[in-house]
T-cell receptor, first 114, second 108 residues
């Protein structure tokens, strides 16, 4: 099993629908992140959480919300999806004090809003 | 937003060639630096960390120049399997900040 699992892998949804992307990890890391990737724009941070009671907005949080249900689970919601939220979404984890080890990423969720 | 700038390429090189990627960052408080590799439609994977003293991992060498806020990655003896996008990454605060990536295509 993967260390960081994202579901679904692919999703097509309609404008205005609410959708949740889920992320779970078995690495025991406290820190979790949601990024989106668009062609030509690189990865941009949406939200991050350093523990269950800590949620922080990233660079592009508008239109998104998150829930940290447990240390191992971090969900991203689009309350009312719009076409410019079509992107590849990645969840990542890290442990404090492991700055030299970078992040572990999930395999991504490809979301299309039509 | 603190910027990480990379030449997007693409870099097309023959097998066996040496290729160098460069990156600049704007956050003088950045603490950690990395190169990540990303294959098409896949997740980024850590290639190597970057240290001021320079570091090498097989055919890959990374350098950091804090005074110039410049990072480099050198790939020697390129393989077909090196074809990917290489992401320059800095961490100056709470999360990793990614460059847009440099595309490498190694041809037979």
């Amino acid at each position: 099993d993967a260390d960081v699992t994202q579901t679904p892998r692919n999703r097509i949804t309609k404008t205005g629908k609410r959708i949740m992307l889920e992320c779970s990890q078995t690495k025991g890391h406290d820190r979790m992140y949601w990024y989106r990737q668009d062609p030509g724009l690189g990865l941009r941070l949406i939200y991050y959480s350093f523990d269950v009671k800590d949620i922080n907005k990233g660079e592009i949080s508008d239109g998104y919300s998150v829930s940290r249900q447990a240390q191992a689970k971090f969900s991203l919601s689009l309350e009312s999806a719009i076409p410019n939220q079509t992107a590849l979404y990645f969840c990542a984890t890290s442990a404090p004090g492991q700055g030299t080890y970078g992040y572990t990423f999930g395999s991504g969720t490809r979301l299309t809003v039509v | 937003r603190k910027e990480v700038e990379q030449d997007p390429g693409p870099f097309n090189v023959p097998e066996g060639a040496t290729v160098a990627f460069n990156c600049t960052y704007s956050n003088s408080a950045s603490q950690s630096f990395f190169w990540y590799r990303q294959d098409c439609r896949k997740e980024p994977k850590l290639l190597m960390s970057v240290y001021s003293s320079g570091n090498e991992d097989g055919r890959f060498t990374a350098q950091l120049n804090r005074a110039s806020q410049y990072i480099s990655l050198l790939i020697r003896d390129s393989k077909l399997s090196d074809s990917a996008t290489y992401l320059c990454v800095e961490k100056g605060g709470y999360a990793l900040n990614f460059g847009k990536g440099t595309s490498l295509l190694v041809t037979p």
